[in-house]
Structures are given as structure tokens and as C-alpha cells.
């Protein structure tokens, strides 16, 4: 049987060069916190709990992170989360010794950093292989400038020379200095071993901690094996230590993205002028043009063009439904529904609750609220629909509105199929507008009105043939 896995996720430190009240674990990457991306990868590699460390803004991480936990596990797996607080903060090796009443000897430990987001489950899982359950494994790359991470020092200058410690960059010689083998901050190692280890660290160092990374050398002193699983990619041990840092890795997460996005089909314009801050599901020959900001769930049915600039959230646009530059769409957590071949935009605004069956058309300034829409009906222009039920190719004017808030209560409209709404109407709810019934442009309703008929609520037109204009007097 394969070795139970626990991870210790590290999120106790502070984070001053983000120069903010958040704590850094906190702050987004793809719309996210730091931490979820950390605890969604560890979620995949099925391990038997996850212990976060906190520290600096505890209450706050545990919150957001329970959160987390909360939402539907997009994996499937039930990852049982844990926190322990390291008060105050003594180091990396002081951390996880915060962790190890939760940890048993019969597992194996990875440990994670929470401000290292993009790390791969298919790279921990490799970690996880090299270590079995028996060896320390640590994670590593090749870095140009490795200045400020601690150095992979071996017995020798072969790649494959033996690992004999890892060397803090404020403790290292100028020799050690010049290793660019770097320590990631992520290691596999046997809890048995581990629990050992840490009873011995001490801090007698430069920066008076108690350093995690100390225990290679008593691995290596107890003749315990020192792997070192060395990758390539360096945006997957990347930290996130600055808003600069978190930017770069920002471009990085959404280049994966639209690569994924891409590989599946989609037409993307630009692939570096998409942000996708949750899951895109898209259908076949789906085309999305530049700019535009994806979030929350949303799903793009077949064929479904969005053109530049818009915003859309927690949507589903069905198939063949096109959505003109400059839209924004935002479900929240009602959701919006958007029918096959519809027309959206441009510029129109679609709020939570909006539903729209197949072919209905939204035109430029259009909002629409907690309302639904048969198939074929349209509001082209300029226009307010909030809480109203509209039947089948209703066509609704330009400038009406549905005054749906009397000041205390909301009110629900309901346009029966066929009616017609000439431009600049109010209609005051509650109201029913019956069947093919037509509505004269600039009426106020505020009484049901029949099927089938002209309804028309404004004054009559009147024309005063002997009314003289004004003229100013002369001065003086
Ligand atoms: C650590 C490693 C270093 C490695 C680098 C990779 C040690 C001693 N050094 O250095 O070899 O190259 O990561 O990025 O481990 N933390 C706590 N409690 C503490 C201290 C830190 O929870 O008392 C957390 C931090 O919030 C952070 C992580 O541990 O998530 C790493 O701490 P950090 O201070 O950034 O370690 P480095 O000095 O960068
Ligand atoms: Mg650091």
C-alpha cells in the first residue's frame, strides 16, 4: 500500500514587501487566494489532510481557507483540513514542528509553502515517488541568480554527486554562493524521521531561526537517503513575495489557461488578453476576442462568439448565442442564462437572475434584472427590465423601463407574448401587459391592460394655434 500523505502547508509569515493589510497567503492569483491554488493542488495528489500554519492575520487565513474547504471540491476528494498556529514565528523548522502532534509516523510529510502557487501535482506526486516513504526528497532547480534562496550543496561537482546539505544564502560562503542549485522550499519526508530530526534543530545561525533545512544534514548524518528531484519550470516553485512577483505570476497562471483553452479549440485573439479568475467551459469553435475578463463558473456553449472587452460572470451562454464587444455580464449567485443564437450587446448588462431563452436580443444600454425572456423577444435599446416576465417576440422600445421598486418592496412585471412596448413606457408593477397588446410610446401604466388592444396613458396631443412666444422687452 502506497504511503499516506500529509501535507503541512506553510502560511504563518508575514509578508512585508506586499506593503499590505492582507495577509500574503490572502492575496489573489486568478481570482483566488494564494492559499486555495496551494490547497486545491494537495486536494489532487489525494492526501489524507492538509495542516496549514498560521501566524500573521491567523483568524483571517482560517476563515478564508474554511471557505475554501466549503466549496464544492472541484476534484472529488474529500481533503481533510487542519490549523495550527505558530506563535510567534521562529522559522521554517519551527513551523512544522507546530504540525507534527497532527502528523503519524506512518505517513510521509510534504511540505508546501502558501505563497507558492503555481506548483504542479504531477511534479509533487513525482517528488512524492522519489522519496517513498523512505528518503528525503527535496525539491530544486537551476536558477541564473540565485541570490537570497539556500544553495544544494553536494559532495561533489557532479549533477549526481550525493546532496549534503542546503545552505541559506545569509549562511553561506562566497563558494556556496556561486551553487545555483536552489532548495524550492518543498520537500517529501518520512514523518518518523522527520520527527526526529526536528527535536534536534537548533538556531545557531544567521538569522537566529530554526531552519527547516537543517535536517538534511542529520539525514545525511543518520545515513538516510538525500534525493534531490531537480525541474525546469521556474514558475512552479515561484513565491509570491511582492505585488511585482505576484503580477508576473498572474501572466504566467492565465498563459496556462488560454494555452489549455487553445489546446481544446477555443479561437483566442490573443491569448496574453484573456483572464480567466475561475473556470471557463467552453464548447466547439468557440471564439473569444481580446480583453475580456472571465470569473466565477461560466460556460460557453458551441459556436459562441464574445467579441473585446467584455466582462462575464457566472453565465452560461448556450450555443450559437453572440455577445458584442463591450458586454458585461455578471450571475453572481443567481446566475444568468443566456439562450441559443442569442444577440448580447454591444454594451449591454445582464445581472443576476437574468434568463433569456433562444434568440432574444439585448441591444447597446440594455440592463436586465431577475428577469426572464421568452424566445424572440427583444429590448434593443436603452432600456430597463428588473423582475419582469416577458413572453415569446415581445419587442420592447427604447427607453422603457419597468419601475419594479416602489421604495420599500420589488414587484414583478409580466408582458405577455406578442405585446409591443413603444419607446420611453414606465410600466409601474405590479402589471400585466396582456397578449399582443401595444403599449403607445411615453405611457405611464400602471393598470393591467387588455389583449390585443392600443393602450396609450399619456395627455392628449393638443396644438394652440394663436400662442405667441415670448419676447423680451426692450431696455430703458
Ligand atoms: C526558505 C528556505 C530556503 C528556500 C526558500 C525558497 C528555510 C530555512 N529556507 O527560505 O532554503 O530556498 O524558502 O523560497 O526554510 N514561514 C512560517 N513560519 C516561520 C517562517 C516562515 O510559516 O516562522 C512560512 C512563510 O510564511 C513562507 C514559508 O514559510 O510561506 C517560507 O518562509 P520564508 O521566510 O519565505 O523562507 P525563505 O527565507 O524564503
Ligand atoms: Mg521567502
Known amino acids: 500500500m502506497a504511503t499516506p500523505i500529509d501535507v503541512v502547508i ?55 481557507c474554511a471557505r ?38 506512518d505517513g510521509v510529510t510534504l511540505v508546501l509553502s502558501g505563497d507558492v502557487p503555481l506548483t504542479q501535482a504531477a511534479t509533487l506526486q513525482a517528488l512524492l515517488d522519489q522519496s517513498d516513504g523512505q528518503r528525503l526528497a527535496l525539491l530544486t532547480l537551476k536558477m541564473a541568480d540565485p541570490t537570497g534562496y539556500g544553495r544544494i550543496v553536494r ?53 537566529n531561526e530554526y531552519y527547516l533545512t537543517d535536517i538534511v544534514k542529520f539525514a545525511v548524518a543518520d545515513g538516510v537517503a538525500v534525493v534531490a528531484h531537480q525541474i525546469t519550470d521556474a514558475a512552479q516553485v515561484a513565491g509570491v513575495n511582492s505585488p511585482v512577483q505576484l503580477a508576473e505570476l498572474e501572466r504566467v497562471y492565465q498563459l496556462r489557461q488560454a494555452t489549455a483553452l487553445m489546446e481544446q479549440g477555443v479561437r483566442l485573439a490573443d491569448p496574453a488578453r484573456l483572464d480567466v479568475r475561475g473556470t471557463l467551459a467552453c464548447g466547439q469553435d468557440v471564439e473569444i476576442d481580446v480583453n475580456c475578463v472571465f470569473e466565477g463558473r461560466v460556460s460557453l456553449g458551441d459556436r459562441v462568439h464574445v467579441g473585446a472587452n467584455c466582462v462575464i460572470a457566472n453565465a452560461t451562454i448556450a450555443a450559437g448565442a453572440v455577445i458584442h464587444p463591450f458586454t458585461h455580464i455578471d450571475g453572481e449567485k443567481l446566475g444568468v442564462q443566456v439562450g441559443e443564437g442569442a444577440l448580447i450587446g454591444p454594451f449591454a448588462r445582464l445581472r443576476p437572475g437574468a434568463n433569456l431563452g433562444a434568440e432574444v436580443h439585448i441591444g447597446n444600454f440594455v440592463e436586465v434584472k431577475n428577469s426572464t425572456l421568452a424566445r ?24 422603457s423601463i419597468t419601475a419594479n421598486y416602489d421604495g420599500a418592496n420589488k414587484h414583478r412585471t409580466v408582458i405577455e407574448a406578442d405585446v409591443h412596448i413603444g419607446s420611453n413606457c414606465v410600466l409601474v408593477a405590479p402589471i400585466t401587459i396582456g397578449q399582443g397588446g401595444t403599449v403607445g410610446g411615453g405611457s405611464t401604466i400602471t393598470r393591467d391592460t387588455p389583449p390585443g388592444v392600443l393602450t396609450v396613458a399619456r395627455a392628449k396631443q393638443v396644438s394652440i394655434a394663436n400662442w405667441k412666444r415670448p419676447v423680451k422687452q426692450p431696455k430703458g
Open 155 to 207: 559532495a561533489g561537482d557532479q549533477a549526481s554527486a550525493q546532496v549534503r546539505a542546503i545552505v541559506e544564502h545569509k549562511d553561506a560562503s562566497e563558494a556556496q554562493r556561486a551553487i545555483h542549485e536552489i532548495y524550492s522550499g518543498i520537500m517529501a519526508v518520512p514523518t518518523r524521521l522527520l520527527r526526529g530530526w526536528l527535536a534536534r534543530l537548533d538556531n545557531k545561525n544567521a538569522q
Open 376 to 399: 424572440g423577444a427583444k429590448a434593443n435599446h436603452l432600456a430597463y427590465l428588473g423582475d419582469a416576465t416577458v413572453g415569446e417576440r415581445v419587442n420592447y422600445g427604447a427607453g
Open 68 to 105: 475554501v474547504a466549503d466549496a464544492k471540491d472541484p476534484f472529488g476528494h474529500d481533503l481533510g483540513l487542519k490549523f495550527v498556529r505558530q506563535e510567534p514565528q521562529l522559522g521554517t523548522g519551527h513551523a512544522v514542528q507546530q504540525a507534527l502532534p497532527l502528523l503519524a509516523d
Open 10 to 64: 506553510m502560511a504563518a509569515g508575514k509578508g512585508t514587501r506586499m506593503k499590505s493589510t492582507r495577509p500574503k497567503v490572502l492575496h489573489r492569483l486568478g481570482g483566488r487566494a494564494l492559499l486555495a491554488h496551494v490547497i486545491d493542488c494537495a486536494a489532487r495528489l489525494s492526501a489524507r489532510q492538509a495542516v496549514v500554519i498560521t501566524g500573521h492575520g491567523a483568524m483571517e487565513v482560517e476563515a478564508a
